[in-house]
């Protein structure tokens, strides 16, 4: 269920004064100016959570907001967050840095230095907002990749403008489980966008960003029985071909890796008491298995003992 944060049940006189409130709620501890608008001014964020990650959509008129060094101090929130543009020109400055962003362009900025981001009109952004710590261990150098923008129009930044647009749109439909790991899909696909701008040769990051992107759209529709490779290439607007070449250095299939999550997922429900009364073909049709005989045969396989022995196996007093 998402969050929403709006100017619209607002007085106007207290209009800026909540989005202020509403925008440190929302993100970490800012100063927030819109001098032009006064009581006229509108905005609003709509928030959703996904395991560490948060997505926000942000629709506003024009505005300057600030990370200073006195609120840091005051508040040492740790956070790098993520600015995609889809309507109206967003300016980030950071460690010496200016970024603009049009639409479909994205940029990382960290809450632990100082930062301004000045919108000279309407806009809208997507802003993902990720732990601090885990991100630098993944980011090579994340202090000098702050306000670079990076174009959605091709690479590991199209694909998560992509990504990200789906995810928006579907957030409420996801599973926890799913969402878990949608987050982590999200997070890699961010750190194959930032460091295509690594000084240093890097191998590309496009196949392994593709490959994320379709495990994430995949995981959002494990318990669809009709998912199908050609389904997925048509969701991301590429061929099937490109979908293949993206797991072409991976041990399995696209269809392989579908199989194995769904029965990873069917295996963690036996295990669940909560789902103790629930039947073996009912566990097995909820996430996608349409033949009962066909799945006891691949669980089998994959886990060296059937549903029901391992069911058994974790009955109280057993």
């Given at each position: 269920m998402s969050r929403v944060l709006t100017t619209d049940e607002v007085d106007p006189s207290d209009r800026l004064g909540y989005w202020t409130?509403?925008?440190c709620d929302a993100y970490v501890q800012l100063d927030c100016a819109a001098p032009s608008h006064g009581p006229d001014f509108t905005g609003e964020i709509r928030i959703d959570s996904l395991a560490s990650l948060e997505l926000s959509r942000v629709t506003s008129d024009a505005q300057r907001v600030r990370r200073t060094p006195s609120l840091i101090t005051r508040s040492a929130e740790d956070y790098f967050l993520v600015s995609i543009q889809i309507q109206g020109v967003g300016i980030l400055s950071q460690d010496g840095r200016q970024a603009v962003l049009s639409p479909g362009d994205f940029a990382l900025y960290d809450s632990t230095r100082p930062y301004e981001l000045r919108f000279p009109d309407r806009f809208q952004q997507f802003v993902l907002m990720l732990p601090g710590p885990p991100l630098r261990s993944e980011l090579r150098g994340a202090e000098g990749l702050t306000a670079r923008g990076i174009p959605g129009s091709r690479g590991a930044g199209h694909l998560m403008i992509e990504m990200i647009t789906t995810l928006a749109d579907t957030v409420d439909e996801l599973e926890p489980a799913s969402a878990a790991a949608v987050a982590q899909s999200v997070e890699h696909i961010v750190v194959a966008g930032l460091s295509a701008l690594n000084d240093?040769?890097?191998?590309q990051p496009e196949p392994a960003a593709r490959r994320e992107q379709v495990k994430a759209h995949a995981r959002a529709r494990l318990r669809d029985p009709g998912l199908t490779v050609a389904e997925l290439a048509a969701e991301l607007h590429t061929s099937v071909s490109t979908l293949h070449r993206a797991f072409s250095t991976e041990p399995y299939?696209?269809?392989?890796w579908i199989w194995s999550q769904r029965l990873d997922n069917v295996r963690a429900d036996l295990c669940?008491?909560?789902h103790r009364n629930r039947t073996l073909t009912?566990?097995?049709?909820?996430w996608g298995f349409?033949?009962?005989s066909h799945f006891s045969r691949a669980f089998r396989a994959r886990f060296g003992c059937s549903p029901r022995e391992l069911r058994a196996s974790f009955r109280p007093g057993t």
């Open positions: 409130d509403a925008v240093s040769p890097a191998p299939t696209i269809s392989e669940d008491p909560m009912e566990l097995a049709f909820s349409v033949d009962a």
